[in-house]
């Protein structure tokens, strides 16, 4: 399975746009990119995915590279309830791993008030 | 509707017990997945089930076994637990493949 790289970290001020940014070199034309988030002491929800083009929904927008080896989450406007780990995953459609999601160790992000 | 739920939330055993931790879903999804997480970690794939009557092993099996037992109902059984088995267990599921999972809240088990 492709594998994704994010950082570690990232710190946002509260109300500022913040990017997440994911590197997924080896990606394959099947392969979709999915993105979840985990609030302290809960379990992961789901946020947004995409294939090529760009996506937008009440929680994110996914913006996607042209050359597909890399991807950004766009949080509009952060809050402190965004201070959470932000997973992105890569689902391959033609895969075995289409049934599952494999979660790598994310990004957390901190949100300062 | 409640989504996905676990019991029990929280529970303490010793080295040598065994336990079920219960997964139930009202969401009529075919796949149903348990995960552990480890403190400071990524969650990893224990076991899963593709649809009703089938399980397939993750990253992590050893020392769980599964039991499938309905549509909307996947159990997780530890038969000797481990210090090493100390985690919070996940419970997801899935509409079917490539679809989104929604997760419960967890199962924060600790093995003395």
């Known amino acids: 399975d492709a594998k994704t790289t994010q950082p570690n970290s990232m710190e946002s001020n509260e109300e500022e746009p913040v990017h997440l940014p994911c590197n997924h070199s080896?990606?394959?034309?099947?392969?979709?990119i999915h993105w979840y988030r985990q609030l302290p002491s809960q379990g992961p929800e789901y946020v947004i995915h995409g294939l090529t083009s760009n996506v937008n929904n009440r929680m994110a927008s996914l913006a996607i590279a042209e050359d597909r080896k890399s991807s950004t989450l766009i949080l509009h406007r952060a809050t402190l309830r965004d201070a959470a780990v932000y997973y992105c995953?890569?689902?391959?459609?033609?895969?075995?791993?289409?049934?599952?999601?494999?979660f790598g160790p994310g990004t957390s992000l901190s949100v300062i008030p | 509707n409640a989504g996905v739920t676990q019991t029990p939330k929280f529970q303490v055993l010793k080295t040598g017990q065994s336990m079920t931790l219960q997964c139930a879903q009202d969401?009529?999804?075919?796949?149903m997945y348990w995960y552990r997480q480890d403190p400071g970690m990524g969650l990893r794939l224990i076991y899963y089930s593709a649809s009703e009557g089938t399980t397939d092993k993750g990253e992590v099996p050893n020392g769980y076994n599964v039991s499938r037992l309905n549509k909307r109902e996947f159990s997780l059984r530890l038969e000797s637990a481990a210090p090493s088995q100390t985690s919070v267990y996940f419970c997801a599921t899935q509409q079917g493949a490539g679809y989104e999972q929604y997760f419960g809240p967890g199962t924060r088990l600790t093995v003395t």
């Open positions: 995953i890569l689902r391959d459609r033609a895969g075995t791993s289409y049934d599952k999601v494999i």
């Open positions: 969401m009529n999804h075919n796949s």
């Open positions: 080896t990606i394959s034309g099947t392969d979709y």
